[in-house]
């Protein structure tokens, strides 16, 4: 079909999905004074009443299906009920994740029964809570999933009979199960595997010792993992339960030592080049806002063991409820304190303060690994570690590594990323925009609706010209990142470069908000990079990185620009507005760092935002240069059951620095997977892992938060 070339905006309906495909239209917008390039619309698949008459359909036959299915036993099993709404002002507020009367009123209205108050609480228990303040709706409300245990409820209250008898199911609103959900933390399901895997190894020892006497058993494998951020703590704890030799190699300091180095580099500009927001205990999120959404399934049994892990180390367990979930810095570093104890109680042992330098390789397959201390040269004491496997866990800052896997002939392919700018804006403004008269009861991170945030997509034409026309490719712009009541935050590694993000402590207290602002960038846009062969993206951002440092006047002075001067390519006068950012900002022209083309796709999608969130224009919103690692510009090639190196044998590269998650949890997941595959291989597991957690999300390592 084609698309006819007027000036217009796109309009972008935000995809709850990421499966569904947009459909398409154009919807003539006048930018007045801003760049009229033709941009094509997208919209996503409507929801509720607007829905189009296909999926009504659709949605009638597969609940029409549901209805006519038999459930067995009505006086046993579970109901969930999901979206029950309750009002914001009669909610207990964010921090209550218990059963009020309020909720109980929103039952009773599902179940048709008269008296809410006769509800025993004692029958449900809430699967997930969020806040849906929405302008379409008439009051902000906070919204629930609740299971139901139908044998206590008619214990508790037998009048209920009548009302569960009748109940019928609609999907994804009221769903019968007959057993309740309720996947186990990692710890206890290794220990379930282990008690099984025990009694298979002594019937196989009685066996062995029958045939031979002195037959020697195996000696335990020896894995090493590089690094420790989620995959590869997740992969040793995996690894270590199961009885592997595990060495957990991080090129940074444990957490206090890294807390101590961060705060020289705030106070006193001092930058450890392996010890800084980026590497260290943890990765480098543990210096961010902790943000525990995903978009590879929340309530999946992989996710769910992972922040059910996480609350075994000391994680609030509001975060198994939380529509949003996030811990913040102040909660991480002891978890990470507990985690880092658990590990050396399985006997792993855990070497700060080394770098890897290279790998051993013999007949295509890794038998060890060259490391040294961090705090010297690589080529200062060299040792090496004998193992029978890697399993490289690199955050995508660790750029030395894809250096030295190329030399290895190890298969990276690029991929996408995005790049852009952190804007910042005071936080009153953002809760106004999106609460209105509601924003009042924000407080500080302390009353009882949460710190507002936003996420933003819109989709811009992508192409060179300016034309438009069938197979055009679309560049999307998105916030990314997003840390209410945060503060913004150097994650150089290299004092040459300049490159910010955001973080924010638990309570999101701070008086501003930031979030980065990104546009998608492909291999067409590192032409000139391309002499690099697989790794020109990361020249590309390193190129960025450089004209930023250069453009903030050196000593990570960070360039800065008011968003209405961004948009009219000017730099005023007038001083610029307060910032987070501790180490100083420099009035610059940031509509001159990027090329052309990058530059207006985000210029258009401000002026997009602002339609969305109106006043997200304003004279108090600060652009800040640069932010370039959104995700890693390659990917390291892997099978997709075993987790090996497609081009090295016993080498498996996983989580964010591989190309195979965006986020903690993703990380997380990636790595406890992987960890189950490499003791398979290794004969340590013999179980079937998906029937526990369920089928591996296989990502494309192109991830948004």
């Known amino acids: 079909m084609a698309v006819a070339k007027i000036p217009s905006l796109l309009l972008f309906f935000p995809i709850q999905n990421p499966n569904l495909k947009p459909y398409r239209r154009l919807l003539p917008l006048d930018l007045s ?29 597969i609940t029409r299906t549901l209805r006519e299915s038999d459930v067995k036993n009505r006086e046993d099993g579970f109901w969930r ?62 919204v ?31 769903e019968y199960m007959s057993t309740a959900k309720q996947p186990s933390d990692l710890v206890s399901i290794l220990h379930d595997s282990r008690q099984v895997q025990d009694e298979v190894v002594q019937e196989d020892m009685f066996e062995t010792q029958n045939k031979s006497l002195n037959k020697v058993l195996p000696k335990r494998p020896k894995i090493a993992v590089i690094g420790s951020g989620p995959s590869g703590l997740f992969a040793s704890l995996v690894l270590g339960e199961l009885g592997a030799e595990v060495t957990l190699i991080e090129r940074g300091q444990p957490v206090e030592k890294r ?30 806002d902790g943000k525990l959404v995903t978009r590879i399934g929340k309530n999946s049994n992989g996710v769910q063991a992972v922040m059910k892990t996480l609350v075994q180390f000391g994680a609030p367990a509001n975060i ?60 200062f004491d060299n040792q090496e570690l004998l193992c029978d496997g890697v399993v490289l866990a690199v955050g995508h800052s660790a750029r030395d590594v894809y250096q030295m896997l190329l030399q290895h002939d190890v298969e990276l392919v690029p991929k996408d990323f995005a790049v852009g700018l952190r804007i910042e804006h005071p936080q009153e403004l953002i809760n ?38 069938i197979g055009d490719s679309f560049r999307s712009c998105y916030s990314f990142c997003m840390c209410p009541g945060g503060q913004v935050v150097l994650t150089s590694t290299n004092p040459l470069e300049l490159c910010i993000n955001g973080m924010s402590f638990s309570k999101r207290a701070s008086r501003w908000a930031n979030s980065a602002l990104v546009v998608t960038v492909s291999s067409n846009d590192f032409d ?41 390519n000017k730099l005023s006068e007038t ?99 992987c960890g189950f595959a490499v003791a398979k291989t290794l004969g340590l597991y013999r179980g079937d892992i998906e029937s526990v957690l369920g089928r591996a999300h296989q990502n494309t390592g192109f991830v948004k938060y």
């Open 33 to 61: 004074s801003r760049s009229t390039r033709s941009l094509e619309v997208q919209c996503a698949k409507r929801a509720g009443k607007q829905r189009y008459p296909s999926e009504k359909k659709k949605l009638q036959r």
């Open 81 to 142: 009920l999901s979206m029950l709404g309750v009002p914001a002002h009669k909610d207990p507020g964010k921090d209550f994740t218990g059963v009020s009367l309020p909720l109980l009123e929103a039952i009773a209205k599902v179940l048709k029964f008269p008296v809410a108050a006769m509800l025993p609480q004692e029958a449900f228990s809430v699967v997930r809570k969020s806040f849906d303040a929405r302008k379409v709706l008439k009051e902000a409300e906070f």
């Open 144 to 174: 629930y999933t609740v299971d139901m245990d139908i044998k206590k409820l008619l214990n508790l209250e037998p009048r209920t009979w009548d009302f569960v008898a009748r109940l019928e199911p609609k999907l994804g609103v009221v």
């Open 259 to 288: 807390g101590r180095d961060i705060g020289a580099l705030v106070v006193r500009r001092v930058l450890q080049s392996e010890s800084n927001f980026c590497f260290g205990e943890g990765g480098a999120g543990t210096w961010s």
């Open 320 to 379: 198994l409820v939380d529509g949003k979930p996030h811990l913040g810095t102040d909660r991480l570093v002891p978890l990470l304190r507990n985690f880092r104890q658990h590990l050396k109680g399985l006997g792993v042992d855990i070497k700060f303060s080394t770098r890897l330098n290279d790998l051993i390789v013999e007949n295509r397959q890794v038998v060890g690994v060259q490391v040294s201390d961090a705090s010297h040269s690589p080529d």
């Open 432 to 469: 106004r925009i999106q609460y209105s008269a509601l924003a009042t009861e924000v407080c500080n991170g302390r009353g009882r609706v949460p710190v507002a945030d936003y996420k933003v997509v819109k989709y811009v034409n992508g192409d060179h010209d300016g034309t438009t026309g």
């Open 528 to 568: 000139s990079f391309r002499a690099h062969g697989p790794l020109a993206g990361l020249e590309f951002q390193r190129e960025f990185e450089r004209r930023a440092a250069v453009m903030g006047g050196g000593n990570f002075v960070v360039p800065a620009q008011t968003v209405p001067d961004f948009l009219d």
């Open 575 to 673: 001083p610029l507005p307060p910032s987070s950012y501790r180490l100083g900002v420099h009035a610059s022209k940031l509509h001159e760092l990027f090329p052309s083309r990058i530059t207006e796709a985000l210029q258009q999608s401000i002026v997009m935002f602002d339609k969305e969130l109106p006043g997200f224009i304003s004279k108090d919103a600060l652009l800040h240069g640069v932010e370039t690692r959104t995700s890693s510009p390659v990917q390291v090639s892997r099978h997709a059951d075993t987790y090996e190196s497609t081009s090295l044998g016993r080498l498996y590269p996983i989580g964010e620095g591989a190309g195979y998650a965006g986020g903690i949890v993703s990380a997380a997941v990636d790595g406890m997977y």
